[in-house]
């Protein structure tokens, strides 16, 4: 069995996620597991799917749960002897009506897009096969999170020298600056998500760093990518972009071809490299 090929998608029994799989179904050569934390709406998404005759598997994954994401590791560790395609998908928003106090939002955010996001790379990454193809799904957001940083903060978050310990400490210390109401001062931008999804970027430059030297010349490929601004339960009904449209770049990146040295280490919108 360890020969076959298979991807992966976190949080994909609906939305952008959902779209990823099965844009994948259609047009990778393998197996494509559909993951969700509730095992009824994934098994239910993946009916959906084959309704429309395509073929995915499905597999339990809460990202927040670190025994979870092992067990999903060990599975594929098993039965594929690694992972092909990784697409990391899985994040929450707060509603922008939502009342709950920002430094709750804070956390409960960097909790899932980032600190989790962390999680599943620190235990699947490893499996990366040689050719492997990774995607964090980030947001535009990002660079403009980035952009109402102070000039220290976008200093360390565009260095290519920072270490993943230093930006877990920046992103520590955005929670700890929220829950002491001074994340202004400190030269914070007001959103909760958006430094969030800085975390997911920076640490995709970090990771595509850390093949580059411990794997060369396997032809791994890591990028961060923004899907656009999609019409999900997150993003509400006005978005410009419908959810199989969302999925093109990470698809795109997912499935770059064999011989391809790049994009590598990029954060992509509209299978374009955007500056960081």
Not at 33 to 62: C, I, M, N, S
């Amino acid at each position: 069995m360890a020969s076959s090929r298979v991807a992966v998608v976190t949080g994909s029994n609906k939305g952008i996620g959902f779209a990823i799989v099965r844009a994948l179904c259609k047009q990778f050569t393998g197996d494509v597991y559909l993951t969700a934390r509730d095992q009824a709406r994934g098994e239910a998404a993946v009916k959906q799917l084959q309704g429309e005759g395509l073929k995915p598997l499905f597999h339990q994954l809460d990202i927040d749960d670190l025994q979870s994401i092992r067990v999903l590791r060990d599975f594929l560790q098993q039965k594929y002897g690694g992972i092909d395609v990784l697409i990391n998908n899985a994040g929450i928003a707060f509603k922008v009506a939502d009342t709950s106090p920002f430094h709750v939002q804070a956390e409960v955010t960097l909790k899932t897009n980032f600190f989790a996001t962390r999680d599943v790379c620190r235990e699947l990454l490893p499996l990366m096969k040689p050719q492997g193809r990774v995607v964090n799904v980030s947001s535009i957001v990002s660079v403009r999170a980035l952009s109402g940083c102070s000039q220290d903060l976008q200093q360390k978050f565009r260095s290519d020298t920072i270490t993943e310990e230093e930006l877990v400490t920046l992103m520590e210390k955005f929670i700890k600056d929220t829950k002491d109401g001074v994340h202004s001062k400190e030269g914070w931008p007001n959103t909760a998500y958006g430094v969030s999804k800085i975390g997911v970027t920076v640490l995709s430059r970090i990771q595509a760093r850390m093949f580059n030297e411990k794997r060369k010349g396997e032809g791994i490929l890591l990028n961060a990518c923004c899907p656009g601004w999609v019409r999900t339960d997150m993003a509400g009904p006005q978005a410009t972009k419908s959810p199989d449209e969302g999925a093109e770049t990470p698809v795109y990146l997912a499935l770059l071809p064999p011989d391809a040295d790049g994009p590598h280490g990029q954060f992509v919108s509209d299978k374009k490299v955007d500056k960081w």
